[in-house]
């Protein structure tokens, strides 16, 4: 691939600050408006400053030269907020302090489900926790590359119709279990065939970004797809069920949709992959994954593999990568660059596995040399090796379609009855999961050990939710449904739709759209329930598409610039990001702002379309 890019100047590295020293800091700030407090009132609208001042923080310290972790900003601000929180006179939980004391206090609001789900949406957190970890066992039986491959035989080796099934099969399944534990697998299905395609840099980086519009816009038409739009059911609930994400999401989902398949038209059309050449390695990489994981309790593409042996590979490294760029396979590679056959060996059998290591040399000789015969032959041999570990994976992939069952019964239990807590649906699922990689606990480990690594860019998140649930006692959303129904009688309905739309647009391509979703729609309620549900749509659609806006709107966001980052482009900066972005976010917002436009429509015109069936 090609379309290098200078290294930024050493000036721009990253400084990041001190997070005991910033925790410390806010714990004599909390101190001291503690002691305060304890004097005089302290108002609302200073706690309304603190949270947004943690929220905005968020982006300036986690977009330029001068960071802070986001867990250390997050919890230390809401020692502050919580210490301000105690100076303000008057709010709900003072008055259910003064009236049941702390005992009764700490039973309703933090020694109960209940009280722990109004305080940090914990049965949203905990469906989540485990959403990730049901879909980190589901994808390491490698289904979507299986997927993936057949797609590719059925189009004859054409890219875009192959990439298009895969990400409306991506889309579709991120509306049920997630775009966030989507991406991060859907990403590198697409990076291996573009890459057998040849596809240049532009190519790959474009549709590595495109997955956040595919698994976040795309992935709203059902309440399951994304955090906000759970956090928002929950805000809103009974007004949001799933017929209204069905009703009013899903015709946006597919807008977008279209959007998407528009652009990677433009830039995949007319790509193709050779089938008759492809790799033994490649037609099989859902089995070679999974036999990697299973034998080394990892999986890399070759890309990284060659990159982390760089000390073996020395000075025939920069060679062996422009090769690979170019869309040969590794062992190929490794051959023509002319690496020692130990050192060959010893690499296949890393990648692979050591029993392989030698007949995968001796094909790849072969094949440099230019005898397909003898390589053909050599091919079938390690083709039915590789029969054995293909039923292996096959087995814990129908097991992990199989927990679909309990997960998908859970959440219709759950719809039923909404006493039924949420989290169970994800949990019932993941336990069923897991059943088919009882045999493999190198891949089970991989499984585990990616699922708590994703949950944990959710930690920052909880303080936050504490904070604006402590606004909502104070009563600082009244004030905010006062205008917006101030702003409708003014205004109407259509203007304030657009308005929250592009509201949330913004706000969520500088914030995480988490918190921008927990934060709207709050004051949301007491609206009529067709009117409720436009507004629902616009900050939906906003949150969502603002979310790929920029490299930290989203999770998604955050998965697919790393990834940039790692494996397409070291020197890609967040400038870019926006830039190659804006057109595809642009689109995408005509396209939603005539959806919100027609529901205003019908919202005027046929108010009995604005009713939840």
């Known amino acids: 691939m090609s379309d290098e890019h200078p290294a930024p100047p050493a000036a721009s590295a990253i400084v990041f600050g001190s997070s005991r020293r910033f925790v410390l800091g ?23 400053v603190e949270v947004f001042v943690t929220i905005l923080a968020l982006f300036v310290f986690g977009s330029f030269k001068y960071q802070i972790h986001k867990n250390a900003l997050t919890y230390g601000m809401a020692l502050v907020i919580v210490a301000t929180f105690c100076g303000v ?6 008055r259910e302090l003064a009236e049941q004391g702390w005992a009764a206090f700490l039973r309703h609001n933090v020694l109960s489900f209940h009280g722990l789900d109004q305080l940090v949406h914990a049965d949203t957190m905990l469906f989540i926790l485990g959403l ?16 993936t491959f057949f797609l590719l035989r059925r189009n004859g080796g054409r890219v875009l119709p192959t990439v298009l099934a895969v990400t409306a099969v991506v889309a579709l399944a991120s509306g049920i279990l997630g775009g966030v534990s989507m991406i991060g697998l859907t990403i590198r299905t697409l990076v291996i065939i573009l890459t057998l395609a040849a596809a240049p840099t532009a190519a790959v980086r474009y549709a590595v970004m495109v997955c956040t519009v595919v698994t976040t816009v795309c992935g709203i038409w059902l309440a399951y797809g994304e955090p906000p739009n759970l956090i928002m059911r929950a805000n809103l609930d009974p007004h949001l069920t799933n017929a209204f994400f069905l009703r009013y999401c899903a015709p946006a989902a597919i807008a977008c949709f279209l959007v998407v398949a528009w652009n990677l038209r433009r830039k995949l059309g007319g790509r193709r992959v050779a089938l008759a050449g492809l790799d033994v390695l490649d037609a099989q990489v859902a089995t070679v994954r999974f036999m990697q994981a299973a034998r080394h309790g990892e999986v890399l593409l070759p890309k990284e593999f060659v990159e982390d042996h760089a000390a073996d590979l020395g000075e025939q490294l920069r060679p062996l990568l422009a090769r690979m760029h170019r869309g040969e396979p590794l062992g190929l590679a490794l051959v023509r660059t002319e690496v020692p056959a130990a050192t060959r060996a010893r690499l296949l059998g890393q990648f692979v596995s050591e029993e392989l290591a030698a007949d995968l040399d001796r094909h790849y000789v072969r094949l440099a040399a230019g005898d397909p015969p003898f390589a053909t032959g050599t091919e079938a041999e390690l083709a039915k090796a590789l029969e054995t570990w293909r039923q292996k994976r096959s087995r814990a992939a129908r097991i992990g379609a199989l927990a679909l069952l309990p997960f998908v019964g859970a959440l219709v239990w759950h719809g039923i009855n909404h006493a039924v807590p949420l ?3 994800s949990l019932a699922g993941f336990a069923v999961a897991l059943l088919g990689l009882a045999g493999f606990p190198r ?21 936050l939710f504490l904070s604006i649930t402590l606004l909502t006692k104070a009563g600082f959303f009244e004030q905010l449904q006062q205008l917006l129904h101030h702003g409708v009688a003014q205004a109407g309905h259509a203007a304030m739709a657009l308005a929250q739309f592009f509201g949330c ?7 995480d759209n988490n918190v921008v979703a927990d934060f709207g729609s709050r004051a949301l309620h007491g609206l009529e329930l067709g009117v409720l549900h436009l507004f629902a749509l616009a900050q939906i659609a906003g949150y969502a598409v603002g979310g790929c806006w920029t490299h930290i709107g989203s999770a998604q966001s955050v998965v697919a610039f790393a990834f940039i980052r790692r494996d397409v482009d070291e020197h890609y900066t967040p400038v870019r990001w926006i830039k190659e972005m804006t057109p595809v976010v642009l689109e ?9 436009l027609a529901e205003s429509l019908l919202l005027r015109w046929l108010p009995e379309a604005g009713l939840a069936p």
């Open 423 to 425: 989290f169970l649906a």
């Open 588 to 596: 995408s917002c005509a396209v939603l702002v005539l959806v919100i």
């Open 505 to 511: 647009t913004l706000l969520s391509s500088i914030l």
């Open 89 to 94: 006179p008057a709010t709900a939980f003072h």
């Open 26 to 48: 806010c714990a004599a700030a909390a101190a001291a408006l503690f002691l305060l407090g304890r004097s005089v009132s302290l108002p609302v609208g200073l706690l309304a």
């Open 132 to 147: 990730t970890f049901f879909v980190a066992v589901i994808a390491q039986t490698r289904l979507l590359e299986q997927i």
């Open 443 to 463: 891949v089970r480990a991989l499984a585990l050990r990616e699922a708590r690594h994703e949950f944990a860019e959710y930690y920052f998140l909880f303080p």
